[in-house]
């Protein structure tokens, strides 16, 4: 059997939590997620969607500083997990986490790159081949890095995956916000995040839902903070990111009718040829037209970045808060057994 090409592909997510069973019930509602102890390691839980393995989801190990955030950890394949960790150290990169088995999974690694973004790297044992299209309902579609050089962290990730840049959307101000993909696909985008920032470079997972409106309507009553209200973006879909219960950001992401890669259906053939409009005329229509099209996919991804800017700051003070109630339970933890000692 011909082996899957996984080179350059987001193939796994993985929640690091402080409340596995927290997060297995906010996952399932906001995604339709099914969990399920994985049998190797019924500690580690996997989620679903459909008959589909998309995510894991794991408690943050014991010897990680209390600090540690709950957070997103994104996988990408390679077939070459020693070089390319070998490759992101030449580069300016670093190896949080050296290369090694896992039985059932894979051989992977954990690195850094150069401006201090965590992602993973994996040669998996079970890779699937990558659906066609508008991504299915409950998997990831888009992954947006937040960084202090998008072109620097670019073209480290482009050597070491092979990808391209599709297209730089200029944001004035702001700065460039740069489309990246392969073989013509768009995989996610990376923008140089506004210096008062408090969260470090990181990597940001959008996944598909039926409606990001529908989605985001519920969030509080279940415990999370909706930091973007649905917007839309070039491309005409809707998208809105939030902090998950235990202080985890994620984003999840709805498509137009017909999908992110719908075709226009081919025009019935006039009976009549029309006669030919001056070449300059239609000319000064295209400009127009494009012109037009730049100026509103300029305005959405404007809009895009100033409600990224303020839920920053609601991402630093619900981790703040996350914290602050993980100490709680840890002093209260120690305390119950001081007691028992007694």
């Given at each position: 059997?011909?082996a899957?090409d ?10 690091m ?7 297995k ?9 099914k969990?399920?102890?994985w049998?190797?390691d ?5 989620c ?7 995510a894991?989801?794991m ?15 994104q996988?990408?394949?390679t077939?070459d ?12 990169g ?7 088995d896992?039985a ?15 992602f993973a790297?994996i ?19 888009w992954h947006?890095?937040a960084t202090s050089?998008?072109?620097?962290a670019?073209?480290f990730?482009?050597g070491?995956f ?7 959307m200029d ?5 460039i916000?740069?489309?990246f ?9 990376m923008?140089?995040?506004p ?12 996944a ?7 989605s ?8 999370a903070?909706?930091?973007v ?9 809707r ?8 202080g985890a ?6 498509f ?15 009976k009549a040829?029309?006669?030919?409009k001056?070449?300059?005329?239609l000319?000064?229509?295209?400009k ?16 895009v ?6 839920a ?6 619900v981790?703040?808060k996350?914290?602050a109630k993980?100490?709680v339970?840890?002093s209260?933890m120690k305390?119950?057994v001081?007691?028992?000692?007694k």
């Open positions: 059997m011909e899957v996984v080179r350059g592909r987001f193939v796994w997510h993985q929640l939590t402080r409340d596995v069973p927290g997060a019930e906010f996952y399932s509602g906001l995604m339709g997620w969990t399920q102890a049998p190797l019924p500690t580690y839980t996997v679903n969607a459909g008959d589909v393995p998309v894991g989801i408690e943050i190990p014991a010897d990680l500083p209390a600090e540690v955030p709950s957070h997103w950890l996988y990408i394949g077939r997990v020693d070089g390319t960790a070998d490759a992101a150290v030449r580069a300016g670093s190896v949080v986490k050296a290369p090694s896992m059932g999974a894979g051989r992977y690694a954990v690195l850094k790159d150069p401006q201090g973004a965590l790297i040669d998996p044992e079970n890779a699937r081949a990558e659906s066609v299209g508008t991504p299915p309902l409950g998997t990831f579609s947006e890095l050089d998008n072109e620097a670019f073209a990730y482009s070491l092979g990808w391209d840049a599709m297209t730089r944001m004035g101000p702001t700065g916000y740069l489309v993909g392969m073989n013509g696909v768009q995989r996610g985008g923008y140089i995040k210096p008062d920032w408090p969260a470090p470079p990181n990597w940001m997972p959008y598909h839902v039926p409606s990001v409106d529908a985001a309507a519920n969030l509080e009553s279940v415990g903070t909706c930091l209200e649905p917007i839309d973006v070039p491309g005409g879909s998208i809105s990111s939030l902090v998950d219960p235990a950001p994620f984003a999840i992401h709805s137009p009718a017909g999908g992110m890669a719908a075709k226009p259906k081919a025009k019935a053939k006039a040829k029309p006669a030919a001056p070449k300059a005329k000319a000064v229509r295209a127009a037209a494009k012109k037009q099209v730049k100026k509103k996919a300029k305005a959405a991804l404007k809009t970045k100033k409600v990224l800017k303020k920053s700051r609601k991402v630093a003070k981790a703040k996350a914290k993980a100490k339970r840890k209260a305390s119950k001081a007691r028992r000692k």
